[in-house]
């Protein structure tokens, strides 16, 4: 096993737990956040070059949205236009155009009614980093005592 395998298989676990926390918080509607959800995981020989994206609404569930600077219709309208989808994949009863006004106006605020926050938090936090270094650590500290082990062995 290689560093680069440990981080691959520790973001491949990641982004599952990130799934289970996006669902578990009842955030799913057309699941194209966790369609959306890529590791990589790229080994330089020098460096370990490691990311998780996704699509760019994770932003507005995990902070939420400030309210438009300008407050015009056409905002309200086309951001309608978007709710629209989102209330059929969500399967409730709003009207698309009245939510958006009100998002246009307002912002959503998270943690809030509807988001009790943390989809990402929730999993991505310092203990989460932690236990990556602890991993990866772990690794290095065999490797060196492989390394010192067979020094001795020669000598």
């Given at each position: 096993m290689s560093a680069k395998n440990i981080v691959q298989y520790y973001l491949d676990s990641t982004?599952?737990?990130?799934?289970k926390n996006y669902e578990r918080l009842g955030l799913r509607a057309s699941g194209r956040y966790a369609?959306?959800?890529?590791?990589a995981v790229k080994d330089s020989g020098k460096k370990i070059r490691a990311s998780i994206t996704s699509e760019g609404h994770v932003h507005f569930m995990q902070y939420g949205r400030s309210a438009n600077k300008q407050q015009?219709?056409?905002?309200a309208r086309s951001l309608g236009k978007i709710l629209e989808q989102w209330v059929k994949d969500k399967g409730i009863d709003v009207n698309p155009y009245a939510a958006a006004w009100k998002i246009v106006r307002e912002g959503i605020k998270v943690p809030g009614k509807h988001n009790?926050?943390?989809v990402v938090t929730d999993v991505i936090n310092d203990e989460w980093e932690?236990?990556?270094y602890d991993k990866l650590g772990s690794f290095y500290l065999q490797d060196i005592k492989a390394v010192v082990n067979k020094e001795?062995?020669?000598k």
């Open positions: 982004k599952s737990d990130l799934i369609k959306g959800l890529e590791v015009t219709a056409k905002q009790a926050g943390g932690q236990r990556l001795f062995q020669y």
